[in-house]
């Protein structure tokens, strides 16, 4: 067999004014054919476990380009085409193949292409023809359209938030697809569209349950090859935005059709109850001032780079600074040109400083101050399960007795690394502030003596009642309150 794969990837949060061109690619990962490292990155798993699994069947691989850009605005629309168009020639020269392997997101958007992977997986299809087995594996923050199921014959997503489980995802596909092409299997696909837009962290009940349960389907249905949950992504301002449950069967789709409906309606029941309640940042920082034990982790939810967002709020430091807190620590705030500055300096330098909130309204305020510069790493990088989350150049500063990070690459706060690679001991601090939705639960709850989720200022659109969409449907909760009717389970 020859299998061609590759992996084109971003998340597009349409509200945010940071627009991503090429050097946002290279920024966090471009690897032409061959190069990509012996560790994936969150959407290039497929690859990593494509060399193990031909590997071991005698098969070859043939690697395409691999490039992410961490989540922001709208792509450059040359950028996306180039990047298409150096795949698609690759994939060209490759012919003939026996399958196609990708690794996608699932929520990317350029200037003049809504539906990206839609586009790149059309044309794959036409060059391949109808017979050739396609497949991905993609980001359950994202959009499932029509156009992608037409092109694909089966597509599996992460089941985790955070997305531990990339990795394992990847391992789901591969072993579907050498089963297809061994004539084992025949893959169906059925979708069901929740009408809903919410966020669906596994990390807590009821999304904790509602995944264990679609794992246990899949363990004892010999019928049912994967079963995924399309969470949507709020900030992508696309006509087929919105939750979607995928089954995928041998062969059975209406088997898979009527279970995608069931648990569709299931997890539609529950509504509004996914997300942990949310504090404001003086509420966060009282309660985190008076706490007994530590250190206590302020999860600034909406800044997060993850979601598309700049990664530059100040409102949780600004309000830290205005009760006169000490032995706390900020990871991160981005802010290339303040890093430039530092790295100017030098370690142990003392100099006038402003950072911070440049990137948009409802971030909060530039701070001012003299700051000592603690540690300075170039390209640092922390760990995010399997793989290596790069941050860029960045500085640890210290100002008024808080340990803050500033970095050049935006980047949510994965994990706890990211303190300990720029000099700070994370469980000695009293306050850890992060910049993440729910990604970094897995390594901070490690070390947290409290987690507070605190909704500070307006970076990232996160009401999806009163977002300003204009693309986007209009027919589903909480845009309306019950886009089902009276359909049965609906309740």
Partial sequence: MRIFTAALATETNTFSPICVDRRAFEASLYAPPGQHPETPTLCTAPITVGRRVTAAKGWELIEGTATWADPAGLVNRSTY???????LAQL???????????????????????????????????????????????????????KRVAALDFAVYF?????????????DMWRIAVDTLEGRVKPAVSVFDCRMIDVFPTSREPMRSFVDKIIKIERDDPDVLSISVIHGFMVGDVPEMGTKMLVVTDGKPEKGAALARDLGLELFSKRGTFMAPQINEKEAVARALAATAWPVVIADV????GGGTAGD????????????????????IWDPMAVQICFAAGEGAEIPLRFGAKSAPGTGNPIDGTVTVVKLVKDAEMQFGESLAPFGDAAHVVLNG????????????????????????????KILVIKSTNHFFASFSKIAAEILYCSAGTPYPNNPAKTPYRRAPRNIWPMVADPHGNEPGAA
């Fill in 81 to 87: 085409e180039d990047l298409r168009d150096e795949i």
């Fill in 92 to 146: 060209n020269a490759a012919m003939p193949v026996d399958a196609v392997v990708l690794g996608l997101h699932g929520a990317m958007v350029a200037a003049g292409y809504e539906d990206t992977e839609g586009d790149i997986l059309a044309r794959i299809r036409e060059i391949v023809g109808p017979d050739i087995l396609v497949c991905a594996e993609l980001d359950p923050h994202s959009h499932l359209t029509a």
């Fill in 159 to 171: 089941k985790e938030f955070p997305h531990t489980d990339f990795v394992d995802r990847a391992e």
């Fill in 302 to 305: 909406w800044d997060n780079p």
């Fill in 313 to 332: 709020a100040t409102v949780i430091l600004e309000e830290l600074m205005s009760h006169g807190a000490t032995d706390a620590a900020i990871g991160t």
């Fill in 402 to 429: 808080i340990d803050i990070i500033l970095n050049s690459t935006r980047a949510q706060s994965f994990d706890a690394s990211l303190f300990t690679v720029m000099g700070i001991d994370p469980a000695k601090k």
